[in-house]
C-alpha cells in the first residue's frame, strides 16, 4: 500500500504537536508500508526521517498584503498549497490528513481525494479547539461568525465525507459524537511518546536557552519548576493548572509559556 499523508499547517507555525505526532506515526508507518508525508512549508524541501520522506510544500496566502491588520486566526485560513495538485496526480492507495488549520486548504485536500476517487482518513490532532465553533478562541460576534463560514462548516464537511478518523484517545469520542461521526468508521490510534533518556545536553547550552527566555538558571535549590508549553486554547486547562499550584503549601516557579491570553491572565 502507498499512503500519501499530508500535514495541514500554516507555514509560520514553527513548533506544532500536530507536526510532531504526524512525523512521528508516518515515521513509524514506514516501516510498514509506502509512506511520504507532505508538510505545508515556506518552501519546498526534501528530507527524511527514517525511512519517512518528508516533503516540504511552499505555501502562500493571498491576504499577505492585509497581513498586519487582520486578525491571525482570519489570516491563517487562506493559506494554500499545491498538495491538492499532488493528490490529483494519482498514484497513492489512501491520504491521511493530519491538522484541521487552515481549514479551507484542508477541505482542497479532500475534494481532491474525492475527485480522484481516493480514501481518506483524518486523525483527531486538533478537533476539540475547532469543533468548539470559536469558543475555544473565545470568539465573539462577527469574529465567530467568520470562524462558522470558514473554518467549522469546511471542516465538519471535511469529517463527514472521511472513510474512516483515528481518534487520538476514547476523549475525542464525545467530539465526534456531535459531529455525527458513525462510531463504527472511528479507530482509536494514541500519540506515541518516547521513553525519556538521559540527557546529554550541554550545560552552557541549557544556560544560554534559560537567559534568553528568562528561565531560572540554575534550578532554585528545594523549589520545585513547572512549565506549560503550548497552545493557550481553554480546553488546556491553563486555570486548572493555576489553581493546583495555588494549592501547593510551599515557594514555587511555574512558567506558563506562550502568548498572552486575557481569560488566564483574570483567572491567575
Not at 504526524?22 to 526534501?46: K, N, V, Y
Not at 538558571?217 to 519548576?225: D, E, I, N, S
Request: glycine residues 8%; positive net charge.
Amino acid at each position: 500500500m502507498k499512503v500519501l499523508a499530508a500535514l495541514v499547517l500554516a507555514p509560520h507555525w514553527v513548533v506544532s504537536g500536530a507536526a510532531t505526532a504526524a512525523t512521528r506515526l508516518s515515521q513509524a508507518l514506514a516501516e510498514t508500508c509506502d509512506i511520504e508525508l507532505l508538510r505545508m512549508g515556506p518552501a519546498d524541501t526534501t528530507d527524511r526521517v527514517g525511512r519517512l520522506k518528508v516533503t516540504g510544500v511552499r505555501s502562500s496566502n493571498p491576504l499577505q498584503a492585509g497581513r498586519a491588520v487582520l486578525p491571525s486566526q482570519l489570516y491563517t485560513q487562506f493559506f494554500r498549497s499545491s498538495i491538492p495538485a499532488r493528490v490529483a496526480q494519482g498514484g497513492v492507495d489512501l491520504v491521511h490528513l493530519h491538522n484541521p488549520i487552515p481549514t479551507l486548504e484542508l477541505r482542497r485536500i479532500a475534494m481532491a481525494c474525492l475527485r480522484s476517487r481516493l480514501p481518506y482518513v483524518i486523525s483527531t490532532h486538533g478537533f476539540v479547539e475547532v469543533a468548539s465553533q470559536g469558543a475555544a478562541y473565545g470568539l465573539r460576534g462577527p469574529a465567530r461568525l467568520a470562524w462558522r463560514l470558514l473554518v467549522d462548516g469546511p471542516f465538519r464537511w471535511v469529517v463527514r465525507h472521511a472513510t474512516r478518523v483515528l481518534a487520538l484517545s476514547p476523549a475525542d469520542m464525545a467530539v465526534l459524537d456531535a459531529l455525527a461521526f458513525p462510531r463504527a468508521q472511528v479507530a482509536i490510534v494514541p500519540n506515541g511518546v518516547d521513553m525519556p533518556k538521559e540527557s546529554s545536553a550541554d550545560e552552557g547550552e541549557v544556560e544560554r536557552v534559560c537567559r534568553k527566555y528568562g528561565l531560572p538558571f540554575p534550578k532554585p535549590a528545594g523549589t520545585p519548576v513547572g512549565m506549560f508549553l503550548g497552545n493557550h486554547t481553554r480546553n488546556k486547562g491553563v486555570p486548572v493548572l493555576l489553581e493546583a499550584f495555588r494549592a501547593y503549601p510551599a515557594a514555587f516557579r511555574l512558567i506558563v509559556a506562550g502568548g498572552h491570553w486575557p481569560y488566564i491572565a483574570s483567572d491567575g
